[in-house]
């Protein structure tokens, strides 16, 4: 079985990459570029995937962070993808991080380095 802490970094890196593709764009520059929603939609699945391997144990002890819900859109996104209408809310990149209770928000999640 593949480390946590790989899956953790894998998340990580996909919520580096959505705010790279979305940027400094107005939601409306963004939300024109089919590209940029391809490749943001695909680091979804990532983090969801990345989220739904992770031990139930270990989701237990970070309840803070949704993970059924990250888990779900995942779902939605790779399954139902014909239902999907954007726009998606965007919020700020930081908050597509899940960071476990008692990290620090200036700090790499888990202390794993990027």
């Known amino acids: 079985m593949r480390?946590?802490?790989?899956y953790l970094q894998d998340m990580i890196e996909a919520a580096d990459n959505i705010a790279?593709?979305?940027?400094?764009r107005s939601?409306?520059?963004?939300?024109?570029?089919r590209t940029a929603r391809a490749a943001v939609l695909h680091e979804i699945t990532v983090i969801g995937e990345a989220a739904a391997r992770?031990?139930?144990?270990?989701?237990?002890?970070h309840?803070?962070?949704?993970?059924e819900k990250?888990?779900?859109?995942?779902?939605?996104?790779?399954?139902?993808?014909?239902?999907?209408?954007?726009p998606i809310r965007?919020?700020?990149s930081d908050d597509a991080r899940a960071r476990p209770s008692g990290t620090d928000h200036?700090?790499?999640?888990c202390g794993i380095p990027r």
């Open 70 to 86: 990250v888990v779900a859109f995942r779902n939605f996104v790779v399954h139902e993808y014909f239902g999907l209408s954007w």
């Open 20 to 24: 790279f593709h979305i940027g400094n």
């Open 106 to 109: 200036g700090s790499p999640v």
């Open 90 to 92: 965007m919020g700020h």
């Open 63 to 67: 309840p803070d962070v949704p993970w």
């Open 3 to 6: 480390p946590e802490r790989l």
């Open 27 to 33: 939601r409306e520059q963004f939300l024109d570029d």
């Open 54 to 61: 992770l031990s139930a144990g270990f989701r237990r002890r």
